[in-house]
C-alpha cells in the first residue's frame, strides 16, 4: 500500500522521544518532510541524529507547546521553508499524575495549558494554510484515558476528553475544506513516561515496581507493553492519504487493554 506520503510537510510536536519520536520515524521512512519539535535542544539533537539517513527531509526546531509564541515560530517556519503543512500531530510530554485532592489550582491550570490550550493554538495556527491548500490532516495523541478514565491521571482524564470533544467537532466543521482530524489513545506503551508513571505509583503506594509492571502485564491481553512504532504506524497511516475516508475516529491501540465496546 503506498501512503502517498513522499515530500508531503508534515509536523510532529513532542517529536524528540517516544511516541511522537516514533511516527517522525515512520513518516520519514515513507519520505514524508518531517520538523519535529520539543523543549530539549539535546533530545532534538539526538533525534536528529538517530534519523540522520533521512538528512534534510528532518527538520528539528525547538518548541514548548505552553508557549503560544513558540507555536506560532514553529508553524510559520514550516510554511515560510516549504509553503504548505500537510499533517499535524499534536504531542507533547503527559501532565502531573495525581489523584483529585492532591492537585492544586496551578496543577489544573498547567494540565489544561499542556493538554488543551496546546492543541487548541496547534491547530488555530495551521488551520489557515490547511484550508488554503483544501487539504490536511491532524491527528492527536490522547489516551485510553478519554475512554476509560485512570484514577491517578485526573487531569489526563478530563482534559484529553475535553480535546476528543473538540476534535469530534472539527472533524464535522472542517471536511469542507477536506482536512482530517483523528486521534490515536495509547493504552500502555513502552516510553520514558510509562516508567516516570509506573515510579510514580510505587512511591505513592508502597507497592515494588517490578509489581506494578507485573499487574499491568496481566491486563493486557496481547500479554506485553506496546512498542512506540507501534503507535507510530497507526498515526502515520491518520496522517496519510490512505486514511482519506476516515474522520472524526478516535483509535486505541492497547493491545487489548480496555474492556468496553
Ligand atoms: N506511553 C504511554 O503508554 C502513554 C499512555 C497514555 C497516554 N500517553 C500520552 O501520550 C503522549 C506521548 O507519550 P510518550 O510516552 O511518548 O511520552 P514521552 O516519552 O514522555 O515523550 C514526550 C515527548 O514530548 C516532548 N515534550 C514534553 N513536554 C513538551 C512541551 N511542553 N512542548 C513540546 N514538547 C514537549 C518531550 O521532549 P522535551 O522534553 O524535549 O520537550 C518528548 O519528546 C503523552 O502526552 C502521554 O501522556 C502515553
Redesign the pocket.
Known sequence: MDLNLKQKVILV??????????TAKTLAEEGAIVM?????????NH?KQQLSAFGDQIIIK??????PE?IQAWVATAVAQFGRIDGLLI?????KPSQFEQLTEADWQTGFE??LM?AIRMIYAVLPIMKQQQQGSIVA?????VKEP?SE?VL?NVF?TGLTALLKTLSRDLAQYQIRVNSV??????????K??DESRAQQTGISITQIQQATLQNIPLGR??N?DE?GKVATFLLSEAASYITGQAILVDGGLLKGL
Not at 495523541?141 to 484515558?145: G, M
Open positions: 510536536s513532542g517529536g524528540s522521544e517516544g511516541i511522537g519520536f516514533a519535529i519539535g520539543s523543549r530539549s535542544q539535546e533530545k532534538l533525534a525547538p518548541l514548548d507547546v505552553t508557549n513558540n504531542n507533547a510530554g503527559g501532565p499542556l493538554i496546546s495523541i490522547t489516551s485510553s484515558a485512570i491521571l489526563s484529553r489513545l495509547p493504552g500502555r506503551i513502552d516510553t520514558e513516561r510509562i516516570k508513571l507493553l506496546g512506540p503507535m
